[in-house]
């Protein structure tokens, strides 16, 4: 696979963007790619995926205040007409590597809602290490929502149904 990520910066957040629309039209968030083209930390961060100069997909990480020892995967997706065909675990593997080479954290995590017939689903529960459900949150968006946690450095410790903030991140995300 000749997959390539280059990191979202000013001259390119447009098309991270395009792509979150496409993958999740109800749910955009067009400020996080502009805070992170301006952001230096490696621990706040988005990739385009491209295969050869086409672009795919999007992946990224953030850390959350309220977990030191963990990243959080942020929009991690591929286009409807790249899937099947192995990308998706490629990148996700591939997003694992770049949390394990940074070397300050113990987990990548990730929030996600269960449905049916969902192929992320399948992809998550061969990769990750742990899943649980996450019930926090008063709101029947969230009442399928899963913790999905990989073990970087070895340490096994669920993230225990700590309370996430969710529903107010998305329903403030609609650009």
């Not at 621990?43 to 999007?58: A, C, M, Q, R, T």
């Not at 959350?64 to 286009?79: A, P, Q, R, V």
């Not at 899937?83 to 949390?99: E, H, P, S």
């Not at 809602?113 to 968006?141: H, Q, S």
Request: proline letters at 2%; one cysteine or more; charged letters at 30%.
């Amino acid at each position: 696979m000749l997959l390539s990520y280059k990191k979202v910066d000013n001259n390119n957040y447009k098309i991270a963007f395009n792509i979150q629309k496409q993958l999740w039209p109800d749910e955009t968030d067009l400020r996080n790619f502009i805070d992170k083209a301006n952001d230096t930390r490696e621990d706040n961060i988005s990739f385009i995926v491209y295969l050869d100069e086409k672009p795919i997909g999007i992946t990224g990480v953030y850390k959350e205040d309220i977990d030191d020892d963990s990243l959080w995967l942020d929009w991690f997706g591929i286009l409807h007409e790249y899937r099947g065909r192995g990308y998706g675990k490629k990148v996700l593997l591939d997003t694992i590597d770049y949390c394990k080479k940074l070397n300050n954290y113990e987990y990548l995590r990730l929030d996600t809602i269960y449905w049916d017939g969902r192929p992320a689903i399948y992809l998550y529960d061969n990769v990750m290490t742990f899943k649980e459900k996450y019930t926090k949150e008063n709101n029947d968006d969230f009442k399928n929502c899963w913790i999905y946690t990989y073990s970087l450095n070895g340490k096994n410790e669920l993230w225990n149904n700590r309370f996430l903030g969710l529903t107010d991140y998305y329903l403030n995300c609609r650009d």
